[in-house]
T-cell receptor, first 115, second 109 residues
Framework: DGGITQSPKYLFRKEGQNVTLSCEQNLNHDAMYWYRQDPGQGLRLIYYSQIVNDFQKGDIAEGYSVSREKKESFPLTVTSAQKNPTAFYLC??????????????FGPGTRLTVT | AQRVTQPEKLLSVFKGAPVELKCNYSYSGSPELFWYVQYSRQRLQLLLRHISRESIKGFTADLNKGETSFHLKKPFAQEEDSAMYYCALRRGSARQLTFGSGTQLTVLP
């Protein structure tokens, strides 16, 4: 079954704890992205990566970290420094060239609740 | 800086009525614009892009550079069109997207 997967679907953490959200794709896409979705604010870009072992900050990177050790995987860590971590997190991937390079494919999302 | 504005958070129309979801953008470069849709309990997915100039599920969107708009239109709305719609602008070498805040469309029977 091809596609992009995120786990877990729901995640609960206590304030002050770091938490890592998983994102895996088997589409052989070069680029991967993390977005945060909040009601009334749409999606905002946290981090993105065009190639293994390289990644760039998006618009709201503070309090987050990522790694890209494998092409297929782009985990996001929400650190205790993130002031308002409760949100819905979406991972996406895309080609960077060739057919369908204009389209981003999204995972099902992880809803993180921090109390 | 790039920005995408969707002025309507909620939009309700009756089945069979025309629908228009508004999107305005600001971007210094040559814009590439998209509409993404999220149906209930489904993933966010691409609906259409301005370059293709195609109609998808009866929806069309025309890029108006003079008005910096990319409104999504459908002449006769159907109940299955009810969803959250996001306008998005693509930028940068990594093709990252800037999204609008979204419009929740409800088509009433």
């Amino acid at each position: 079954d091809g596609g992009i997967t995120q786990s877990p679907k729901y995640l609960f953490r206590k304030e002050g704890q770091n938490v890592t959200l998983s994102c895996e794709q088997n589409l052989n896409h070069d680029a991967m992205y993390w977005y945060r979705q909040d009601p009334g604010q749409g999606l905002r870009l946290i981090y993105y990566s065009q190639i293994v072992n390289d990644f760039q900050k998006g618009d709201i990177a503070e309090g987050y970290s990522v790694s890209r050790e494998k092409k297929e995987s782009f985990p996001l860590t929400v650190t205790s420094a993130q002031k308002n971590p409760t949100a819905f997190y979406l991972c996406a991937s895309s080609r960077l060239s060739g057919r369908s390079s204009y389209e981003q494919y999204f995972g099902p999302g992880t809803r993180l609740t921090v109390t | 800086a790039q920005r995408v504005t969707q002025p309507e958070k909620l939009l309700s129309v009756f089945k069979g009525a025309p629908v228009e979801l508004k999107c305005n953008y600001s971007y210094s470069g040559s814009p590439e614009l998209f509409w993404y849709v999220q149906y209930s309990r489904q993933r966010l997915q691409l609906l259409l892009r301005h370059i293709s100039r195609e109609s998808i599920k009866g929806f069309t969107a025309d890029l108006n550079k003079g008005e910096t708009s990319f409104h999504l239109k459908k002449p006769f709305a159907q109940e299955e069109d009810s969803a959250m719609y996001y306008c998005a602008l693509r930028r940068g070498s990594a093709r990252q997207l800037t999204f609008g805040s979204g419009t929740q469309l409800t088509v009433l029977p």
